[in-house]
Structure formats: structure tokens, C-alpha cells
């Protein structure tokens, strides 16, 4: 930051604009989405492994009746995938240490941060994906076609709202959601289109296609966690290098 | 301190505040919300002692808290706004927009 721009002391417009340009300065010193992005982006990749290495497909004896008849089968097949453990501690450490990351940032670079709004939204949202995943498993195995209870709330399953509620209380809106606040706090809009394409990715029935089933191979969750995964390293390497070339203009 | 209606916005402008150092220096910490003392130097392109000066007539009246402290040997002093700064920062921008809105109109006061 090498301008010297005090305000000029010619006319209101060219005062307002040197104050415009001096908050731009601040702004600019204060940003540093990348870091949240790039951890985020390698927690979801990271999720790719443990689906991977978390996958159980087990033969049981005691199973709910088939759809539409009482007649109960001897056993049945029960697919598990992922681990609600990786993410509520994922999650949680993330926001840590990005709360750390902007601290010492703010602190290194003598200039205050604006990053609180974004983690208190993104810890409550991981909190309640956490809840919600843990509150799913006490249901144990569903009978097909029956009510799916999402905090007391008795869903269709084979609902569209239901996928879409299930989605936005998950880990994936822990992350985007907190991204809009985040664009909000550092005025940013590539950052504010990067949060609406990965929620779009994300929340809209256009990523069903992409969820894989349980019945699929261990490495169905490719397509599912490497697409937002990418999307969000990819937004890590464009904010890092716009950084980078705004500390080299100013140097 | 705001003009009354009527009167010309250029009697609402603070002295304290107009000087372009000093409205400068409301403008980076009212942005930053904390902002160290070197960070002010080189944003603003001054030497310590002229922020110093700057800076400790905002003190006197009442727009700038300033916390001195260590961070590790390294002194360092951070400035934040008190409400009285804020409420300064925004009346001079006000009024600022009020003369360009008179300068453009003509020299008609807004809304008359």
C-alpha cells in the first residue's frame, strides 16, 4: 500500500471519492477468502475418502416388510456410507481455525477484521448439521416408504421438499450459507456468485443426478463431494492469486 | 454538527473533522473498526509525527480511542472510533453530499 491518499481538499465529489478509495484499501487488506475456501475444499475431497473407507454393505436378518406387502423377507442388504463424525469434527476445526487464521491476520496486518458474523452463522449451521445427522442415526433402518422424521416433522421420503430440507440443514449449507455472509462482510462479488454457484450445486435437484445410491460401488461419492470440493479449491486458487497480485502492485 | 435546514451545508462542516488528514483517519478506522497505528501511516501516506499530531486532536475531541499496549517487545497502538466518531464521519459525509447535491442544483438548497 504504497498511494499516499489522504482525501484530496479539492471539491466534496473529489473529497468523497479519495474517502471511497481509502475504504477500498481497507477492504482489500481485510479479505482473505481463500484460506476458508481452500480448507473447505479439501475437507469435502477429504469426505471422498472416508465415504470411501466408511462404506459397509451387511446382510441382515431383521428387516422391515417390502413396500406395498406384509410379507416380511428373511434379510435384506443395508448400505452405510460416510461419517457424520468426520464432518461435525471437520467442520467444527475448520471454523477454528479460521477464526484464528483472520485474528492474526487482523493482527499481523494492523487492521481489524469484519469476520465475526461469518463464524458464529457457520458454526451454528455445522452445530445443526451435526444435531441433524446425529438425530437421523437414532432412527436406525427405515422402512421403505415410510415417514422419514426430521426434527419431529414427519417427511416423505420420496419428497423433493424432503431432499431439499435434508440438504439445507447438511453440511454442505454449513459451508455455502456462512460463504454469503462472508461476501456480505468483505463487500465481495466474486465471492457472493462463488457462494451461489456452490449452493446452487448443492441445494438445487440439479445435484441429485450426481448424488449416487447406496446400492452404488464404495466410490460413488466421487461425483458427489468432488464437484463442490473443486468448485471451492478452484475459488481458494482465484482469491489466492488476486491477493498475490494486489500485494505485488502494492510492494 | 449538522446545518439547520435553511442553511448552508458548509456551516454543518466540523473543522475537527474536515481537515483531510483527520478525515481520513476517521474513514480508515470507521472501515476497519480497529487499526493500528503504522497501518494509518502508510494508508495515508504520513510521517509518525504528523499522525501523531492528527491524532491527538481527535483524542481531545472525543472521535478516536486510542489503546497503547505490546504485542510480544513490539509496542504497538490501536486506534477504534467512539460513538461521537461516528456520528461525526457520517454528518461530514453528509454534508458533503448535500454541497455537490446544492453545487449541481445551482446553488438551490435541497429540497426547497
Known amino acids: 500500500m504504497t498511494d499516499a491518499t489522504v482525501p484530496s481538499s479539492g471539491t466534496p465529489r473529489e473529497v468523497l471519492a479519495g474517502l471511497g478509495e481509502l475504504t477500498r484499501q481497507v477492504r482489500a487488506a481485510q479479505r482473505g477468502a481463500w484460506f476458508p475456501l481452500l480448507l473447505f475444499g479439501l475437507l469435502t475431497l477429504g469426505g471422498?475418502?472416508?465415504?470411501?473407507?466408511?462404506?459397509?454393505?451387511?446382510?441382515?436378518?431383521?428387516?422391515?416388510?417390502?413396500?406395498?406387502?406384509a410379507d416380511v423377507p428373511t434379510s435384506c442388504t443395508v448400505v452405510t456410507q460416510g461419517s457424520p463424525l468426520y464432518w461435525t469434527l471437520g467442520l467444527g476445526l475448520a471454523y477454528a481455525a479460521i477464526a484464528v487464521f483472520y485474528v492474526r491476520r487482523s493482527r499481523n496486518r494492523g487492521v481489524g477484521t469484519p469476520v465475526r458474523p461469518y463464524i458464529l452463522a457457520g458454526t451454528a449451521l455445522a452445530a445443526l448439521a451435526a444435531?441433524?445427522?446425529f438425530w437421523s442415526l437414532r432412527q436406525g433402518v427405515l422402512e421403505p416408504g415410510a415417514p422419514f422424521d426430521l426434527w419431529g416433522l414427519r417427511l416423505d421420503p420420496a419428497a423433493g421438499t424432503?431432499?431439499?430440507?435434508?440438504?439445507?440443514?447438511?453440511n454442505a449449507a454449513a459451508i455455502g450459507l456462512p460463504l454469503l455472509v462472508l461476501s456480505w462482510v468483505e463487500r465481495s462479488r466474486a465471492l457472493l456468485l462463488l457462494a451461489v454457484v456452490y449452493l446452487a450445486v448443492e441445494l438445487v435437484p440439479l445435484s441429485t443426478g450426481w448424488a449416487g445410491s447406496l446400492g452404488a460401488p464404495p466410490w460413488s461419492a466421487v461425483p458427489r463431494l468432488g464437484v463442490p470440493g473443486l468448485l471451492l479449491l478452484l475459488g481458494a486458487l482465484g482469491f489466492g492469486l488476486a491477493e498475490l497480485s494486489r500485494q505485488r502492485k502494492a510492494s | 454538527m449538522i446545518a439547520e435546514p435553511g442553511q448552508h451545508p458548509v456551516n454543518g462542516l466540523d473543522?475537527?473533522?474536515?481537515?483531510?488528514?483527520?478525515?481520513?483517519?476517521?474513514?480508515?478506522?470507521h472501515q476497519a473498526?480497529?487499526?493500528?497505528?503504522?497501518?494509518?501511516?502508510?494508508?495515508?501516506?504520513?510521517t509518525a509525527g504528523n499522525l501523531s499530531q492528527h491524532l491527538a486532536v481527535l483524542e481531545k475531541a472525543g472521535l478516536v480511542d486510542v489503546e497503547k499496549?505490546?504485542?510480544?517487545?513490539?509496542?504497538?497502538?490501536?486506534?477504534?472510533?467512539?460513538?461521537?466518531?461516528?456520528?461525526?464521519?457520517?454528518?461530514e459525509v453528509t454534508q458533503l453530499k448535500r454541497l455537490i447535491h446544492q453545487i449541481e442544483q445551482g446553488g438551490s438548497e435541497p429540497g426547497s
Do not use: M, N
Open chain 1, 131 to 133: 444435531a441433524t445427522a
Open chain 1, 162 to 170: 424432503t431432499a431439499f430440507l435434508e440438504r439445507l440443514i447438511g
Open chain 2, 33 to 46: 473498526r480497529r487499526v493500528e497505528f503504522g497501518f494509518l501511516r502508510t494508508a495515508l501516506g504520513l
Open chain 2, 69 to 91: 499496549g505490546y504485542e510480544g517487545k513490539r509496542a504497538r497502538t490501536w486506534l477504534s472510533l467512539t460513538p461521537a466518531g461516528h456520528r461525526a464521519l457520517q454528518d
Open chain 1, 48 to 69: 471422498i475418502l472416508v465415504s470411501r473407507l466408511t462404506t459397509s454393505i451387511r446382510t441382515v436378518t431383521t428387516c422391515p416388510p417390502a413396500p406395498g406387502s
Open chain 2, 15 to 29: 473543522d475537527v473533522v474536515h481537515q483531510r488528514v483527520r478525515l481520513g483517519i476517521l474513514t480508515v478506522t
